[in-house]
């Protein structure tokens, strides 16, 4: 019998931009068989990618790697949540946020070096109305975004951001009242975004100082969006860093609260859920073991 630590990969074939590449070969070329015993899925449909995963830590793999985009790394994530199975990424979408802010290399062959070295540790994750997240999650604008976004056959970068810069002119912000850190605040909201890990991906940081470690989500909240404050804060966003009060606001918390008359459209990890008119948002410390080149 082997008794090597076991790793499933589990292969998107659907995420990122058509290529050529032959994954499953790299893999196989690539990791380091003396350490590992292994065995390559595919998802066959969304959602999928939870199951396989799920069925990997009940039978003691020692790791997971998701290869593909956000969503199917949030998929995977959430198939070992609370195990002592690791999740591992092999970035494959556009965005790769987690990767991102793992410090994961973007490239095949890097990202296969971080899965021979096999550094482990963990990092929290999040709940938004009881669903799991593990970039971010958020209410208004981004979830509103993310909900043009699927319904739309063109993917990547490019895409999203004229859809951003086309409909930033139109969305409207709504008021809520929102509970943090023994506070209430009526206030409007254009976006309402609860950071685990630093940025939405694409290396645009919504939360430049949040530490995926630290038991505490930062909230950043836009109340309202004119061409000046969108300016300032994409601009802070993609060089990383903290914007000016006028343009949004940062609280630390693990826990918040929204309640509103409207309903709002919320995300988790860019994935549309839905609308609702009240949320939950909870922090769930170190709950998610990770593979990582170094301390996030
Ligand atoms: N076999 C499949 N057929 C169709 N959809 C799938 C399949 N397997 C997974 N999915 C779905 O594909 C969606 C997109 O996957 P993913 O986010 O990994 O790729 P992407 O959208 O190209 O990347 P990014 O989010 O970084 O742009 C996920 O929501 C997942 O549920």
């Not at 973007?106 to 971080?114: F, K, Q, T, Y």
């Not at 000046?228 to 006028?246: E, H």
């Not at 009240?278 to 593979?291: A, D, E, Q, Y």
């Amino acid at each position: 019998m082997d008794t090597k630590p076991h790793i499933r990969f589990i292969i998107n074939p659907k995420s990122g931009p058509k290529s050529k590449v032959d994954v499953a070969a790299r893999i196989k070329l690539h990791l380091d068989h003396s350490k590992y015993s292994h065995e390559i899925v595919y998802t066959a449909h969304a959602g999928h990618a939870t199951e396989l995963a799920q069925t990997a830590a009940g039978q003691g793999a020692a790791m997971v790697v998701a290869v593909g985009g956000d969503g199917t790394v949030s998929e995977v994530a959430r198939g070992l949540l609370g195990t002592e199975t690791a999740l591992a990424i092999l970035p494959r979408g556009s965005g790769n946020g987690l990767a991102r802010h793992l410090q994961v290399p973007m490239n095949i062959d890097g990202a296969l070096r971080v899965i021979n070295q096999g550094q482990s540790t963990r990092i929290d994750s999040g709940t938004i109305n009881g669903h799991p997240f593990f970039t971010t999650a958020g209410i208004g604008f981004d979830a509103y975004i993310s909900s043009v976004f699927a319904g739309n056959k063109k993917r990547g970068l490019k895409t999203y951001v004229e859809l951003v810069l086309k409909e930033v002119r139109y969305y409207k912000h709504l008021p809520v009242k929102v509970s943090i850190n023994g506070n209430t605040l009526d206030t409007d909201c254009f976006v309402l975004a609860f950071a685990n890990a630093a940025q939405y991906g694409n290396n645009a940081y919504i939360a430049p100082l949040a530490d995926i470690r630290d038991g505490l989500l930062d909230v950043c909240l836009v109340r309202q969006l004119d061409m000046f404050k969108a300016l300032n804060l994409s601009y802070c966003m993609l060089t990383k860093q903290v914007a000016s009060p006028d343009s949004a606001e940062y609280f630390k918390t693990d826990s918040v609260d929204v309640e509103t008359d409207h309903r709002i459209m919320y995300h988790a990890d860019g994935e549309f859920i839905g609308h609702d008119s009240k949320f939950s948002v909870r922090l769930l410390p170190l709950s998610l073991k990770v593979i990582t080149l170094e301390k996030p």
